[in-house]
């Protein structure tokens, strides 16, 4: 090798050159494309996952409900969803002299420590607390809470005339519209009809809208669409709608439209699947 070998300048070989800002902003507008294209496909399968698992964790509640009546003969009274982290009653039901008391009522949601699960459980995959609506009773024969309310063993199941003589004082309706008359088209689960609902558990969705937080904190502003009519029925720190004709709830399919957004998942087991459920009714000899 000679000294002017040594010397002459080396030259990058072809390709090695850095991107030329056209090429970058070329590159970055494909890349906004792209992102425009999939990413809606990415968050509604996450979110259709999240409906999953929230539909599962409100079936595995629905079995833990079932062994409570099992063991006390009754529902539990709702825990107070307002509670922060190291309050005494937090996820307990809250009753007094055998009734639920009224906070518990406004502010129902699931009482896991009373139904013996983790409060995880209790939360929706949006990590907002299931809220739990329940007959709240007018007196020891009509209420579902007081002790050995959800008692059937003298109820025969086979009877319609019994069960709708007990129902008329028990249980919630449940409809797909806000306006809901009682035998109207409307009306999905009806107590005339024989299959009242024995409570609601309610996840509010993605947008959160009238749960609580796992902090006890009232969650009143939407964190997606605005909630519409629909879903103010289902929200929590209302008076339970137990006064008839408004003594029902809202289960209907999931809508994007921004005047009746709706994505509340709602679990709504009949009293009579309750009952049989936990063995309250008849048996074979």
Known sequence: MTTSDMHHPTHS????RGFTLVEMALVLLI???LAAVFLPATNTLLDNNRRKETR???EALEQAMVRFVMVNRRLPCPADGDLPPGNA???LELAAG???TALALTNGVVPWRSLGVAQGDALDAWNTMISYRVWGGAGVAGSLTLPDGMNMQALDPTNAGAVNTWLAT?????CNAVACAPASAAELASKANGNGVAYVLVSHGANRFGGFSADGNYLGTSSGPAPGPLENINRNTLALRATSP????????FTENPAAYYDDIVLRPTIMTVALAAGLGPRRP
């Open 13 to 16: 070989a072809p390709g090695a």
């Open 31 to 33: 890349v906004g494309l």
């Open 56 to 58: 599962a964790k409100l």
């Open 89 to 91: 009653n937090q996820g």
């Open 98 to 100: 055998g009734a639920c």
């Open 170 to 174: 028990r249980g919630l309706r449940v």
């Open 246 to 253: 408004n003594d029902f709830y809202i289960d209907t399919d």
